[in-house]
Each structure stands twice: as structure tokens, then as C-alpha cells.
């Protein structure tokens, strides 16, 4: 018995794993050899590679294909549309399996709708990448990016609160955690 749902008009394939509580939305394909953690929410029209992990409560919108090669940490979210790649220079005539680069998107970033991501480009922390945006380089943590190519604009708290540092600190008002900016690298203060 799973303990997870997937819509009638949905693929899953053998040789995936599927944690307790995800859903899967109309229309979506889950491919062998894939990953799905717990409390994730698949929506409509998604496509799943091999070999593709997703974290726990991963929300993925319409129409997100995630191809071979990326990772995605738990709390990330994709917006609808949002696009990746996994080959640097695609020809339908020639077979680039074998150079699928990684793409690491880590806890909790958000990718805005219709955005673009490189392949072989990580995304940070809490990051979070505007709608529309193309992604072709590494993403810092807590980076708000937008713009071809995605430039950082400034950081963004867990709870999406624009940082404002002050001697190099940043009190979240909204939530209370602390930050510290040292050398362009944003860390949350424990």
C-alpha cells in the first residue's frame, strides 16, 4: 500500500521512490530511477528524469520538466514553467548522455516562473530566482537574483524578507533570525 497520491492520468514508472504524503497532478510522468521525498507536490504536466532527487516538501508547479542531473534539496520551490537543461550544447544528431552536468538546487531556494536554469550551476540557500530570470553561473545563498543573465540584486532572509545590513549584521523583523555579511558571503547566525 503507498502512501502517497498519484492522479489516474499520471506515469509512475517502476524503480522510482516515493515518499509518504506527495501528490502527483494530472498529466505527469515520474520516471525509473527517480527520487521523491516526503510531503512533496508534483503539479500538472511535470516530467521527472531518471535519476533526478527531490528532498522533502518539494513544490514543483505546472509544467516543470527536471532533467537528469538535478538535485533538488528539500523545501525548494519550482515555479511554473521554470525551465533547466542538462546538456551545455544540445544537437538533436549527436548523443550527449554521458555530459549531463549537476545542478544543485539547495534547502529552501525559490525559482520564479519561466525562469532559466543552466546546467552545472548551483543554486544557494534560500535563494531566490526571479521569474523570467536565465541562471549561468552559481547562485550564492540567500541571493535574490533576476535579470539575463541573473544578477544578484540583494539577499533575502528564510522567510523572503529584504536584508538590509547595518556594520554587517541584519535583523529579520519579520522572523528574528540573525545574519552576519562577510566578504560578499551571507550566514545565518546561529
Same mark, same amino acid.
Given at each position: ?10 506515469y509512475?514508472? &517502476? ?11 494530472h498529466?505527469s510522468?515520474? @520516471?525509473?530511477? =527517480?527520487?521523491? *521525498? ?7 504536466? !511535470?516530467?521527472?528524469? +531518471? ?11 505546472n509544467?516543470? =520538466? ?13 515555479g ?9 550544447? +544540445?544537437?538533436?544528431?549527436? =548523443? ?9 538546487? $539547495? ?12 546546467? *552545472?550551476?548551483?543554486?544557494? $540557500? /534560500? ?6 530570470? !536565465? !541562471?549561468?553561473? &552559481?547562485? +550564492?545563498? /540567500?541571493?535574490?537574483?533576476? *535579470?539575463? +543573465?541573473?544578477?544578484?540584486? /540583494? ?7 529584504? @536584508? ?10 519579520d522572523? *528574528?533570525?540573525? /545574519? ?11
Open positions: 500500500m503507498c502512501n502517497y497520491f498519484v492522479h489516474e492520468s499520471s509512475v514508472d &517502476d524503480n522510482t521512490k516515493i515518499g509518504e504524503g506527495t501528490k502527483i497532478w498529466f510522468h515520474i @520516471m525509473s530511477n =527517480s527520487e521523491i *521525498g516526503n510531503n512533496c507536490n508534483i503539479g500538472q504536466n !511535470v516530467v521527472i528524469s +531518471p535519476e533526478v532527487v527531490l528532498g522533502n516538501n518539494v513544490k514543483i508547479q509544467n516543470v =520538466s527536471v532533467y537528469t542531473g538535478v538535485i533538488c534539496e528539500d523545501d525548494v520551490f519550482l511554473p514553467s521554470c525551465v533547466f537543461t542538462n546538456v551545455i550544447n +544540445p544537437r538533436s544528431f549527436i =548523443s550527449r548522455k554521458d555530459e549531463y552536468r549537476k545542478t544543485i538546487i $539547495k534547502k529552501g531556494a525559490s525559482i520564479g516562473a519561466n525562469a532559466t536554469i543552466v546546467c *552545472g550551476h548551483n543554486i544557494g $540557500k /534560500y535563494a531566490f530566482v526571479g521569474a523570467g530570470s !536565465v !541562471v549561468t553561473h &552559481d547562485i +550564492p545563498d /540567500y541571493a535574490l537574483v533576476v *535579470g539575463n +543573465p541573473a544578477r544578484v540584486k /540583494y539577499y533575502v532572509c528564510e522567510c523572503s524578507h529584504k @536584508m538590509e545590513f547595518n556594520d554587517n549584521k541584519f535583523i529579520c523583523p522572523c *528574528g533570525k540573525i /545574519y552576519e555579511l562577510i566578504d560578499n558571503i551571507v550566514r545565518r547566525c546561529e
